[in-house]
């Protein structure tokens, strides 16, 4: 497998419709959020408030993408699209290991990939000469990297499930 293959399954290859996922990230985004919202003025620019500010704009964006319906209905009949909302046709949630890993993979995405925006605070605040990117990145970093070993670690080999 090649690793284009590797990062297409692994970040494309979850967001198929599934809205009792939905609703847990979109509850995970609000809690991440929630702590960075309420967070001590005097921190809310330091590093782990800015990690779960971030994260929770990863999760939010993960939530939304699982409660839309996606190709699973490309090329359906009205009639076999309706199958597919049927509720027992529902997809059960990942095994709760690799939920976990994946929902960490996910929180730690926003600071790896998001962590350039923080030039723009500096734009808007004056005051704020000197944030934390490096740290946020690396941060972000190592959460997505612990998320994808676990996924790693709990997935089955092909062939032995």
């Known amino acids: 497998m090649s690793l284009r293959e590797i990062f297409f399954e692994n970040l494309a290859g979850d967001l198929e419709y599934h809205p ?7 509850g995970l985004a609000a809690a ?4 960075w919202i309420f967070s001590p003025s005097e921190t809310k620019f330091s590093t782990t408030p800015l990690v779960f500010g971030l994260g929770s704009l990863t999760l939010f964006l993960k ?13 359906l009949t009205q009639s076999e699209l309706d199958d597919l909302s049927n509720s ?7 095994s709760l290991p690799n939920q976990a890993a994946q929902i960490v993979q996910d929180f730690g995405a926003g600071s790896l990939l998001l962590w350039p925006f923080l030039n723009v605070g500096k734009d808007i605040d004056q005051s704020w000469v000197n944030p934390p ?29």
């Open 32 to 35: 991440a959020l929630c702590f």
């Open 133 to 161: 990117l490096v740290s946020v990145f690396l941060t972000g970093a190592v959460f997505f990297s612990l998320g994808w070993l676990i996924r790693r670690l709990t997935s089955t080999a092909p062939g032995l499930g």
């Open 20 to 26: 009792r996922r939905a609703v847990l990230y979109l």
């Open 88 to 94: 027992s046709n529902r997809k059960n949630l990942p």
């Open 63 to 75: 939530g939304v993408f699982l409660f839309r319906k996606s190709s699973e209905g490309l090329g």
